[in-house]
């Protein structure tokens, strides 16, 4: 049996844009899983102090009706309904010790908490 192929668009970066540094340590996890060709998921779910927050996940590629974002030499995938509440973002990374990790630069957040990770748009 062959799998199906999947169903995405490729998107740009007025959706998302992956700064340098977040482009280096994305592409060094990928590596490290031994799925170079992989992407980065970003998803909205429901929750956080601000009723929004970003879900990450290193996946191996879009699913069914994601838009998938070549910027700065990695892949961000994003699904439809996701895309709504970050178009306009950018990602970048910190090595802070109390808040490091991948860091979304929002525009459309109108509310955001002190810890970075939760937003309302």
């Not at 779910?45 to 699913?63: A, E, F, H, N, T």
């Not at 895309?83 to 910190?94: I, K, P, Q, T, Y």
């Not at 955001?112 to 309302?120: I, L, Q, V």
Request: hydrophobic share 40%.
């Amino acid at each position: 049996m062959t799998a199906a192929a999947v169903n995405y668009k490729i998107g740009n970066e007025k959706l998302v844009k992956v700064l340098d540094a977040a482009s280096a340590h994305l592409r060094g996890l990928l590596e490290k899983q031994g799925r170079p060709e992989g992407a980065l998921r970003i998803a909205v779910i429901g929750g956080g102090c601000s009723g929004l927050q970003y879900k990450m996940d290193l996946v191996d590629g879009p699913r069914d009706r994601d838009i998938m974002v070549p910027s700065n030499g990695v892949n961000v995938v994003i699904d439809p309904k996701s895309a709504l509440f970050v178009s306009g973002s950018e990602l970048d990374w910190s090595d802070d010790l109390q808040q490091g990790g991948f860091k979304v630069s929002n525009p459309n957040a109108v509310v955001t908490c002190s810890c970075g990770e939760s937003f309302a748009a």
